[in-house]
């Protein structure tokens, strides 16, 4: 089992630029979600999904776009990349609400 | 907004020492979920323990257990016999039981220092 799988592990975009962000589990996990995590401050809830086709916002959704057209694959998307987007974002999978968060590697991003 | 407050931003514990790490939540639910997260200078994040709201007994897992007191909504983490490995970030999380929509909700961290 490989858990959750996120790529790519480091990103350098430039202002403007868009890219996506993608996560893979293999672990049939209903619940999607992914985060950033900025110094000091923790883990911010960006988009999360309870289903395949159903997703919706969190904490810090502006800028962001997500998809979840299959239960395995929920990928982030920047469309115009801005220097606050600078962080390291992490996907995560649970299976309903009776276990634990399974994370990915995270994704160092910076935008310059 | 249901929010997780970790009001240390950093502790420090001589190996071999005991400590405990402070945890306090709102939730309207009467049924949820508690854990604690680590994440070292590697980035990953590991599960350290779990709670669950219904259960009256602290959960435990060798040096790691909490001390849950639900009506005061406080999950704080006691970490015994501290060791090197232990330094890393931790966080407290909270996810709802109930709702099609609960979210899993991190607090800010608290990062662990251990002496040699």
């Known amino acids: 089992n490989a858990g959750v799988t996120q790529t790519p592990k480091f990103r350098i975009l430039k202002i403007g630029q868009s890219m996506t962000l993608q996560c893979t589990q293999d672990?049939?996990?209903?619940?999607m979600y992914w985060y950033r995590q900025d110094p000091g401050m923790g883990l911010k809830l960006i988009y999360y999904?309870?289903?395949?086709?159903?997703?919706d916002k969190g904490e810090v959704p502006n800028g962001y776009n997500v998809s979840r057209s299959t239960t395995e694959d929920f990928p982030l998307r920047l469309e115009l990349a801005a220097p606050s987007q600078t962080s390291v974002y992490f996907c995560?999978?649970?299976?309903?609400?009776?276990?634990?968060?399974?994370f990915g590697q995270g994704t160092r991003l910076t935008v310059v | 907004a249901q929010t997780v407050t970790q009001s240390q931003p950093e502790m420090s514990v001589q190996e071999a020492e005991t400590v405990t790490l402070s945890c306090t939540y709102d939730?309207?639910?009467?049924?949820?979920?508690l854990f604690w997260y680590k994440q070292p200078p590697s980035r990953q994040m590991i599960l350290v323990i779990r709670?669950?709201?219904?259960?009256?007994q602290n959960a435990t897992e060798n040096r790691f257990s909490v001390n849950f007191q639900k009506a005061a909504k406080s999950f704080s983490l006691k970490i015994s016999d501290s060791q090197l490995g232990d330094a890393a970030m931790y966080f407290c999380?909270?996810?709802?039981?109930?709702?099609?929509?609960?979210?899993?909700?991190f607090g800010k961290g608290i990062t662990l220092s251990v002496r040699p």
């Open positions: 995560a999978s649970t299976f309903g609400q009776t276990t634990e968060a399974f």
């Open positions: 672990m049939n996990h209903n619940y």
């Open positions: 999904s309870v289903g395949a086709g159903i997703t």
């Open positions: 939730t309207s639910e009467s049924d949820y979920y």
């Open positions: 709670q669950e709201a219904y259960k009256q």
């Open positions: 999380a909270r996810l709802p039981h109930t709702g099609a929509n609960s979210k899993l909700t």
